[in-house]
T-cell receptor, first 116, second 115 residues
Framework: GAVVSQHPSRVICKSGTSVKIECRSLDFQATTMFWYRQFPKQSLMLMAT?????????EQGVEKDKFLINHASLTLSTLTVTSAHPEDSSFYICSARLPWSADTQYFGPGTRLTVL | GENVEQHPSTLSVQEGDSAVIKCTYS??????FPWYKQELGKGPQLIIDIRSNVGEKKDQRIAVTLNKTAKHFSLHITETQPEDSAVYFC??????????????FGTGTLLAVQP
C-alpha cells in the first residue's frame, strides 16, 4: 500500500511557458501532500505543504505566484510552474501523508523538468 | 528550527560487509525519524522509521537505533548487497502539536556496495 504517482515523469518546455505536474495518492486519501525540489547530488528541499480544500503553505523563499499549488481532491495535488525559466530546471518530487499519521510520508517517483 | 546532519557523505563497502550511516538532530521536539533510500532518477523510498519512544527497530537486514539524549540516530545495514547501492537520507520530524509535521532531511549518503 501507500503508493504515490506523479505525471509526467519528465518534461521539456520552452522558457516562458507553464508546466503542470500532477501528484496522486493511489490507494489512500491524502489530506496533506508536500512538494519538494531536488538539485543534482543534493538533498530534498521542501517547497510547500498542500492541504486539501485550502491554500498551500509555502516555505520561506518560495514564490507562491510562480509555483501554484492546487489540492482539489483527497487524491490529487498539482504543482504548476508558471513562466518557467532555465533556473527552474530541477527534479520535483511530491509526497503524501498517511491520513492516520501526523508525520509518515510516502514519495512519488519525481518529475524531471528541463526548461530550454 | 530543526537541523539534521548526516555522515558520511559517501560510503564504500564490500559485498557482505555492514554499513552504518549516522545522523544528528538539533531540536528536542523531534520525535519521528525515517530513513529513505533513493535510487538514481527515482523518488525516495521509505525503508524504516523509528519514533522517540523506541530505542531500536529492526526489519530483516536493516536496523535503526535512536539515542534521544545525545540526539543522534543511525542506520545499520548488514550483509550488504550490490542492490543496496543508492543514496540514503535520514530525516527528523519536529512535533509542535500541529496536525501535520514537516520532515527535515539530512544531506544524504551515497552508499556503494562493491561486488
Amino acid at each position: 500500500g501507500a503508493v504515490v504517482s506523479q505525471h509526467p515523469s519528465r518534461v521539456i518546455c520552452k522558457s516562458g511557458t507553464s508546466v503542470k505536474i500532477e501528484c496522486r495518492s493511489l490507494d489512500f486519501q491524502a489530506t496533506t501532500m508536500f512538494w519538494y525540489r531536488q538539485f543534482p547530488k543534493q538533498s530534498l528541499m521542501l517547497m510547500a505543504t498542500s492541504n486539501e480544500g485550502s491554500k498551500a503553505t509555502y516555505e520561506q523563499g518560495v514564490e507562491k505566484d510562480k509555483f501554484l499549488i492546487n489540492h482539489a481532491s483527497l487524491t490529487l495535488s498539482t504543482l504548476t510552474v508558471t513562466s518557467a525559466h532555465p533556473e527552474d530546471s530541477s527534479f520535483y518530487i511530491c509526497s503524501a501523508r498517511l491520513p492516520w499519521s501526523a508525520d509518515t510520508q510516502y514519495f512519488g517517483p519525481g518529475t524531471r523538468l528541463t526548461v530550454l | 528550527g530543526e537541523n539534521v546532519e548526516q555522515h558520511p557523505s559517501t560510503l564504500s563497502v564490500q559485498e557482505g560487509d555492514s554499513a552504518v550511516i549516522k545522523c544528528t538532530y538539533s531540536d528536542s521536539a523531534s520525535n519521528y525519524f525515517p530513513w529513505y533510500k533513493q535510487e538514481l532518477g527515482k523518488g525516495p523510498q521509505l525503508i524504516i522509521d523509528i519514533r522517540s519512544n523506541v530505542g531500536e527497530k529492526k526489519d530483516q537486514r536493516i536496523a535503526v537505533t535512536l539515542n534521544k539524549t545525545a540526539k543522534h540516530f543511525s542506520l545499520h545495514i548488514t550483509e550488504t548487497q550490490p542492490e543496496d547501492s543508492a543514496v540514503y537520507f535520514c530525516a527528523a520530524s519536529p512535533s509542535y502539536g500541529g496536525a501535520t509535521n514537516k520532515l527535515i532531511f539530512g544531506t544524504g549518503t551515497l552508499l556503494a556496495v562493491q561486488p
